[in-house]
């Protein structure tokens, strides 16, 4: 039973509790000075590397797991977490304080394969906790009786996202719409067990072909890293063979050695090589890793990838081997979130308003994707006349040797790492809500049309091309991010930011709800997100926009008109 489930019955109390949560977060994050990106991966690889995933009966194993376990080390915390496959299935997280600690506790670990399901003796984190068998089960009881010591157990939803229902109750309860905007991020942002869950299934990949690429390394980059991610986000991972080496001591004492590998020469060119390679890591993962299931590879894609689901972590998986700059651009994207306490929850509450009216959708298509969106934020964020972020030419300017990051195929992602040293402070103090309010209100009047956005600049450029919406690429400036996105969809999305800035000025104007109204019906953020969790699943081809006529139902020509009541485009076909 998760978190949710548990507290359900007492969400008034919960919803109290996640309020004064909330308000603490700030002023927390402030006072624990904050690490930078490079800082913050290696320090979630390391925990992982302490870290091992037990599979048991039910949350009742825990002090016998406990004991058991602790005989390979100090556990410094252990989470329970479930999920939901034919049965519920019950897995602890356990955390040791070193990584020789968890790495014992693995080799201690003996194979059967009518338990664990699988023939195949294969090493990992991922372990099944059996039943105690005749004497020895009966002395570890009475041995638990007497040494009840253990860890508090925290049990945490580590997969699944709030119900909407019980995210409704809980934006309800909120003091207002500021309130409303910090909830959202606080309770559906990836929670600390999603991180944890994510670097360990990074590490599972690199430990299983360690043995003939000691250097791998399988590298978490998008929204699981960059502090945009909600409680269920895919993990996007980049498998490099080299990864480890470039830029250690060891590799500048290797440059100098005489001796040097032989190895294997390409055997065709470099695409369709990462093509072969890809393939052979998907099978291979495919058939032997414990937990790896629905493996599909797309490799004809501009990023080669192999797709996977993890059943003892319930994450999907997106495997590249060629896709570096996603890596930088996470980081840009991370210290965009860092900057400013504001940043998140904005994007946080764009990218939900966009899946709530299906402007966003899973599946990759002519729509606008949670990248592009969150460019738009950044951007918006960027050209006001007080902006809350620099432009990355100025990050790129502030930067100085220790910041030089150039990819295997010469690409620049050279920016100041270092906050202190681009010298950007901001003046702006909007909160929240007239920041989102602003938000819909830009993007209405924003001439789509003839202009680019440019996050480098920080301001909006002549359209290089005639594509429908323009979103410079930050690391490949020659690039468009949302080159997928049609005309239609372009016009859609100028349509459902009208319709949100009239929707969302009119709350504001009626905020005067009582305590008692506020509870009983919608309102704020909640009249934004009318259309729950809707994904429109539309063709990929053919499809026929459904509102060719709603591009006429306003003056295009009139853009600084002021906001149109909302359009249903919804009713008008
Ligand atoms: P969700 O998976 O929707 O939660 O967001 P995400 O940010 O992880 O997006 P996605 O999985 O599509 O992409 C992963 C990461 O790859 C992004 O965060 C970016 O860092 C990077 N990325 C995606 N699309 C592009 C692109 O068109 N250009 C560049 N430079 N990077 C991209
Ligand atoms: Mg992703």
């Keep these: 039973m998760n978190t949710l489930m548990r507290l359900s019955p007492q969400l008034h109390h919960w919803r109290t509790y996640c309020i004064k949560q909330c308000a603490a977060a700030g002023t927390e994050a402030a006072a624990r000075g904050k690490p930078n990106y490079e800082e913050f991966i290696d320090s979630r690889q390391q925990q992982a590397q ?90 570890g009881q009475a041995k638990l009786a007497a040494n009840q010591k253990t860890l508090a157990l925290h049990t945490v939803n580590g997969t699944r996202s709030l119900s909407h229902e ?82 250690t001591d060891q590799d500048s004492q290797r440059e100098a050695s005489r001796l040097i590998y032989h190895t294997k020469e390409n055997l065709s060119n470099g695409r369709s090589q990462t093509q072969r390679q890809m393939e052979c890591i998907g099978d291979m993962l495919h058939l032997f890793l414990p937990g790896v299931c629905h493996v599909r590879r797309i490799l004809q894609a501009r990023v080669p990838i192999i797709k996977y689901h993890h059943e003892h972590l319930d994450l999907e998986i997106d495997l590249s081997m060629s896709n570096l700059t996603g890596f930088f651009m996470s980081e840009l994207l991370y210290m965009f979130g860092e900057m400013d306490p504001r940043v998140r929850p904005l994007t946080f509450c764009v990218r939900r308003w966009a899946q709530s009216c299906g402007l966003t959708n899973p599946s990759p298509g002519r729509w606008i994707t949670n990248f592009s969106l969150t460019c738009l934020v950044m951007f918006f964020l960027q050209q006001m006349r007080q902006p809350i972020l620099p432009s990355i030419g100025a990050m790129v300017k502030a ?54 956005i440019s996050l480098n600049e920080g301001r909006a450029l002549a359209k290089p091309d005639h594509s429908a919406m323009y979103i410079v690429n930050p690391l490949e400036q020659l690039l468009n991010v949302s080159k997928n996105v049609s005309l239609e969809e372009c016009e859609r999305l100028r349509i459902e930011v009208r319709n949100a800035a009239w929707m969302l000025e009119s709350e504001v104007e009626n905020a005067t709800l009582s305590e008692s109204e506020r509870r009983e019906q919608s309102w704020g953020l909640l009249n934004l997100f009318k259309h729950p969790e809707k994904s429109v699943i539309r063709p990929n081809m053919f499809f026929k926009p459904r509102m060719v006529e709603v591009s006429d139902l306003f003056d295009k020509s009139q853009t600084s008109a002021p906001t149109p009541p909302p359009v249903n485009y919804k009713n008008s076909t």
């Design 166 to 247: 019980a995210l409704k109750e809980l934006l309800r309860g909120a003091a207002g719409i500021d309130q409303q905007l910090n909830l959202l991020y606080e309770q559906t942002r990836l929670n600390e067990l999603g991180v944890r869950m994510r670097f360990i299934a990074a590490l599972q990949v690199e430990q299983a072909i360690s043995g003939m690429f000691p250097d791998a390394l399988a590298q978490p980059f998008g929204s699981s890293v960059n502090g945009f991610g909600k409680m269920g986000c895919d993990l996007d991972l980049i498998l490099r063979f080299d990864g480890k080496t470039p830029g």
């Design 50 to 139: 302490r870290s091992i995933v037990v599979q048991v009966s039910s949350e009742k194993s825990y002090n016998e797991l406990y004991n058991y376990c602790s005989r390979f080390g100090r556990i410094v915390t252990v989470q329970h977490y479930s999920v939901q496959h034919e049965d519920e299935l019950h897995y602890m997280l356990l955390e040791y304080a070193s990584a020789g600690e968890a790495s014992a506790a693995i080799s201690s670990s003996a194979y059967n394969a009518e338990l664990s399901g699988s023939g195949v003796p294969v090493r990992s984190p991922f372990l099944w906790f059996r039943a105690p068998t005749g004497g020895a089960g009966r002395r």
């Design 399 to 452: 930067a100085n040797t220790a910041d030089i990051r150039v990819t295997e195929d010469g690409i620049n992602c050279t920016f100041a790492r270092d906050m202190e040293r681009v010298r950007f402070q901001s003046r702006n103090t909007s909160s929240l809500s007239e920041l989102l309010l602003q938000f819909f209100e830009f993007y209405s009047q924003f001439d789509f049309h003839n202009r680019a």
